[in-house]
């Protein structure tokens, strides 16, 4: 067995611990929602949950280190397995670029590799301070989607790269930068949790009113409320500040990591191409996914962006860093083509 | 030492911590107090939109003239809110230059898109939509924001200017409005508890302790009571303001490198020499601020051209151009370029940007005369170097027509068909030039610049056989093949490569590399250095001076320590920070805190 082939059945190998690990995640969450559903209906229960729930959540929020109905072998499950996980993938990753002969971040299949891994290690490392089973549901989810789109779709053989990759840049700019995906991810995963946190104790939902033309469908949603019984697990989490806090941290050491990604992709330009900035649909990619996180770091100091519309500037910002690595790749022609599929 | 009327911060800026610690602003976004807009002299109109708390005054017209209106306009402008919406239409506006073909890129598809597209693509063309990055309106949101950007930062440097020489902000009366608070009781005289405390805050980094961390005052209150202000995390403004001022050093250094820079491009067959000089060079750009005549007339020769392609694939692996470079007065010196590294020339570097094969071919005229010889480069148009190219025959001996062949070279041909050949790998393993003949007048005598690679058809009729069909002559290295209609022949001697070289020279680099690792490392010190205030009071044992403060109740006969902390910014680091001081002053162990802290820590 060659090497690649070897790397292959590893990066297999870690898709199906992530997949368990997914599947710990969400049965800790799912046990965490059952209890948490159930507790209110012991108490009596004021209103529509709502703005009376909020001040029970207050209280419960802080300092728990492990929430209430939380399964202690399906956390230790997800613990392990995305250990093993990031093992293999590390493995898969290193065979990788032994069979390739080069720093293993010259095409997409490399890149989603890559980007898994340094997603799935922040994730840990955040996880290890205090365990939320639904940043792990959305890292991992995210993580595993990536590695089947990378086995299926972007996989290209193991080979040396073409004279325009042959720099060292190629581990700095491109490992930079898909450090800084993987950074962002669990960033976006901590924001998501914000977002949901802040409405629920503020009692605001968009299911609570009714829609003009299409209550249907609202109708159909409104078990789904922020607000309602499915999303008292969310007086587990930390409370939305701390989230705040947490996702600020990740996307402020992504941003900075983005920064020098810029900077570095700008040096390497000037190397292969003679222009340290041209434009290329890649570049305008980066630079608005910089601007947009830029603007979200504005948006946290600026009085009435701060908190909830701040964190939808995260969305936006993971979106372009997503599709300026998907979709720009695919479908743009540039100088930045070297996703490897012709 | 910053009073509070003198501070300035951008309208909208939500910051407790820049507002000082006498203002309400702790309390909460809604309190607003605002000071700035008030020194501005704005009546009303000052306070903007985002002011919510101040009643609006009753409208006094007439004082709001060209000037109050400018003045207006300047605060808006220079606001947080703008901010952001500049910089959110500044990434709106980047988007459209990756979803409509650029002229600065590819201008062919430019072309094509107007043709594809005559009702709205003159639109898009007239509103800048194929220049994006150079039209107005994209120049004008940056510009704007740079402004925006300048009048925010000037001013708060000079307040921070002035604040790094200030003490830390005299102990607030009141300590209990603050986001991290504590307190506790210490057996020692209040006078040695605030100098444990102001030595410990002096202490510095854990492990670099010369390197001061807090800049501690201790002050005396009267009536036995001493207090203790400290500061820390000057650095983090500054890194703000760093970063901001060198993201405005780095656009001068920019636009100053357009107007000083120059480019060239240049097509080299191995074995021909160049002059680095305005008229060898086949594309020339510069800014308006170059001058020709600074060019160093050095020579470059190109004489080999090393390609590598993998055997199996055929992707290329290695392009190595080996050159003779001789500048004047110096003696001729080898020199190596490769695509990812250019060859520095007397201030000019050389960039490797393409490369392919020029055949050397001769053509005879029907006189037998040689009308043409010498390698002619063929563009290579995919990855095996099926190339296209041109080779125009004017100077024919009198009377006969001018002669354009145009056609394809293919390094490794292959007949799949009557007429029909392609190329199975970019090496010379059966090079074959492919051609179609066209004779007449090429059109070069008008005095108007021709494309080399095209054959302007206009003047021409292509040579066809009995049948009407056009004729394909197919030449192989060292054939000579006749040409239809008894016009001459055509040798094809050798196949030499080409090089296509770029001459670049960019006074401006290091400055742009210089204000882009400066920008770096000021954003990263901005958001990862704590801007903290710790404020401590030691009492003697009554609550006179403390008034009631919550969690002081159990007094002893010592002294009542209070502490409360402030920070720039969401702070998690806040409250652990003071818990740690306010332990290490009272001499408490460690092992008495609940657990949970310890996690909370890490949030």
Request: contains cysteine; neutral net charge; hydrophobic residues 45%.
């Amino acid at each position: 067995m060659t090497p690649g082939d070897l790397s292959t059945l590893l990066v297999w190998a870690a898709m199906t611990a992530f997949t368990i690990a997914l599947v710990a995640y969400t049965v800790d969450l799912s046990r965490i929602a059952e209890a948490a559903q159930r507790r209110p209906r012991q108490l009596a229960r004021v209103g529509a949950g709502g703005v009376a729930d909020g001040v029970a959540e207050a209280g419960a929020g802080a300092g728990v280190a492990r929430a209430g109905g939380a399964s202690a072998r399906a956390e230790g499950i997800a613990r392990t397995t995305t250990a093993l996980g990031i093992v293999f993938l590390l493995a898969g990753v290193v065979l990788r670029g032994i069979a390739a002969g080069h720093w293993p971040t010259a095409n997409m299949y490399e890149f989603t590799l890559v980007g898994v891994l340094a997603a799935s290690a922040v994730l840990v490392v955040v996880q290890r301070r205090r365990f939320i089973a639904f940043l792990g549901v959305v890292v991992l989810g995210i993580g595993v989607l990536a590695l089947a789109m990378a086995l299926l779709v972007f996989y290209v053989r193991a080979d040396a790269v073409q004279p325009a990759l042959q720099s060292y840049w190629l581990v700095l700019h491109v490992g930079v930068a898909i450090t800084a995906t993987g950074v962002f991810t669990v960033a976006f995963a901590a924001s998501v949790l914000q977002v949901l946190s802040a409405a629920r104790a503020e009692g605001r939902s968009h299911l609570a009113a009714p829609w003009a033309r299409a209550d249907g469908v609202r109708r159909a949603l409104v078990r789904w409320q922020v607000t309602g019984p499915r999303f008292a697990w969310l007086r587990q989490v930390p409370d939305a500040r701390n989230l705040e806090a947490l996702a600020f941290r990740l996307n402020a050491v992504g941003f900075v990591l983005w920064t020098f990604t810029l900077i570095g992709g700008a040096i390497w330009a000037e190397h292969a191409w003679g222009r340290y900035w041209n434009w290329d649909p890649k570049e305008v990619g980066t630079f608005v996914a910089w601007v947009v996180y830029a603007a979200y770091l504005h948006a946290r100091t600026t009085r009435g962006w701060s908190g909830r519309r701040a964190a939808y500037l995260v969305f936006v910002g993971y979106g372009v860093v997503i599709a300026n690595f998907t979709v720009v790749n695919l479908y743009v022609s540039g100088l930045h083509s070297y996703s490897g599929l012709r | 030492m910053a009073r509070p009327t003198k501070t300035h911060r951008p309208e909208g800026l939500d910051d407790a911590f820049a507002l000082g610690p006498e203002t309400d602003a702790v309390a909460g976004p809604g309190a607003d107090p605002d000071p700035g807009a008030d020194a501005a002299g704005g009546t009303g109109a000052g306070s903007g939109s985002g002011s919510s708390a101040a009643p609006p005054p009753t409208p006094v017209l007439p004082v709001l003239g060209p000037w109050g209106w400018a003045r207006w306009a300047w605060r808006q402008l220079t606001s947080m809110r703008v901010a952001l919406l500049l910089l959110l239409l500044l990434a709106v506006a980047a988007v459209p230059g990756t979803v409509f073909p650029q002229h600065s890129q590819r201008p062919e598809d430019v072309a094509a898109y107007l043709v594809d597209h005559p009702g709205t693509g003159p639109w898009l063309d007239r509103l800048g939509f194929f220049d994006v990055y150079s039209s107005a309106w994209f120049s004008a949101i940056y510009l704007l924001l740079f402004v925006s950007l300048v009048g925010c930062i000037l001013p708060r440097s000079r307040q921070h200017w002035r604040a790094m020489w200030g003490r830390p902000p005299r102990t607030p009366r009141r300590l209990g409005r603050f986001p991290a608070q504590g307190s506790g009781t210490s057996p020692d005289e209040p006078r040695v508890v605030a100098e444990r405390a102001a030595a410990l805050l002096r202490r510095g980094w854990p492990g670099l302790r010369w390197v001061p961390t807090y800049r501690v005052d201790v002050h005396d209150e009267g009536g036995g009571t001493w207090s203790v202000a400290a500061e820390r995390g000057y650095l983090r403004e500054t890194g703000n303001l760093v970063f901001h001022l060198a993201l405005v050093a780095l656009l001068v250094a920019v636009a100053a490198g357009q107007l000083a820079h120059f480019r060239a491009q240049v097509v080299v067959v191995q074995g021909d020499t160049v002059v680095n000089s305005v008229a060898s060079y086949d594309t020339l750009e510069r800014g308006r601020l170059f001058d020709p005549a600074a060019l160093v007339p050095f020579t470059l020769r190109l004489d080999h051209f090393d390609a590598t392609f993998d055997p199996d694939t055929g992707a290329a692996r290695d392009f190595t151009a080996h050159v003779t470079v001789t500048e004047p007065g110096a003696d001729p010196a080898p020199g190596i370029i490769k695509v990812n590294d250019p060859l520095t020339v007397a201030g000019t570097k050389v960039y490797l940007q393409g490369n392919g094969y020029a055949p050397a071919v001769t053509v005879r005229d029907a006189a037998g005369e040689v009308a043409f010889t010498g390698p002619v480069p063929f563009l290579p148009q995919d990855a095996v170097y099926t190339s296209r190219g041109v080779i125009k025959v004017p100077d024919v001996s009198g009377g006969q027509p001018q002669i354009g062949l145009v056609g394809y070279l293919l390094p490794s041909s292959m007949q799949v068909g009557e007429d029909q050949w392609l190329s199975t790998g970019p090496q010379p393993d059966d090079p074959l030039l492919v051609l179609s003949v066209w004779s007449g007048d090429l059109g070069l005598d008008g005095g108007v610049p021709q494309n080399v690679y095209r054959l302007d058809e206009a003047g021409l009729t292509q040579a066809v056989d009995a049948a009407g069909t056009p004729v394909t002559l197919t030449v192989r290295p060292g054939e000579t093949v006749d040409l239809p209609d008894g016009l001459g022949t055509v040798t094809f001697d050798s196949l030499p490569r080409f090089v296509a070289l770029d001459l670049r020279r960019d006074p401006s680099l290091p400055w742009v590399l210089t204000f882009a690792l400066v920008a770096l490392a000021g954003l990263a010190t901005s958001l990862f250095a704590p801007r903290r205030r710790l404020w401590l009071r030691a009492a003697p044992g009554a609550p006179a001076s403390s008034g009631g403060e919550p969690g002081a109740q159990d007094l002893g006969p010592g002294t009542v320590v209070t502490a409360a902390g402030l920070a720039r910014g969401d702070d998690v680091g806040l409250a652990p920070e003071l818990d740690r001081v306010l332990d290490d002053v009272l001499h408490r162990v460690k092992a008495d805190l609940p657990e949970e802290d310890g996690r909370d820590d890490a949030w």
